[in-house]
Nanobody
Framework: QVQLVESGGGLVQAGGSLRLSCAASGRTLDRYTVGWFRQAPGKEREFVAAVRWPDSMTYYAESVKGRFTISGDNAKDTVYLQMNSLMPEDTAVYYC??????????WGQGTQVTVSS
């Protein structure tokens, strides 16, 4: 079973950038789809972006298209989320999750992203 650990969260001013990392251990991410989700206080968890191995197909929520970029490093079994032009409404706990078939069934512990205005 794969385990996922996020890192890279923090406090940034509006307009700034952060890069989140999702490192896998236990097994390779080959043949997984890895997604980033976020949950703001008082709101439902929402999809942000995903990347599918092995063809590296990517998917984005409309709210982050053009600002966020998801990518993967096969050699490091790590998925990144580059977040640019951050806005206060991007403030949330960000989670990465893995899906081998149809369901995201492996989740990281989350990393806090706070964007100040």
């Amino acid at each position: 079973q794969v385990q996922l650990v996020e890192s890279g969260g923090g406090l940034v001013q509006a307009g700034g950038s952060l890069r989140l990392s999702c490192a896998a251990s236990g097994r390779t991410l080959d043949r997984y789809t890895v997604g980033w989700f976020r949950q703001a206080p008082g709101k439902e968890r929402e999809f942000v972006a995903a990347v599918r191995w092995p063809d590296s197909m990517t998917y984005y929520a409309e709210s982050v298209k053009g600002r966020f970029t998801i990518s993967g490093d096969n050699a490091k079994d790590t998925v990144y989320l580059q977040m640019n032009s951050l806005m206060p409404e991007d403030t949330a706990v960000y989670y990465c999750a893995g899906k081998a078939r149809t369901t995201y069934d492996v989740w990281g512990q989350g990393t806090q992203v706070t964007v100040s205005s």
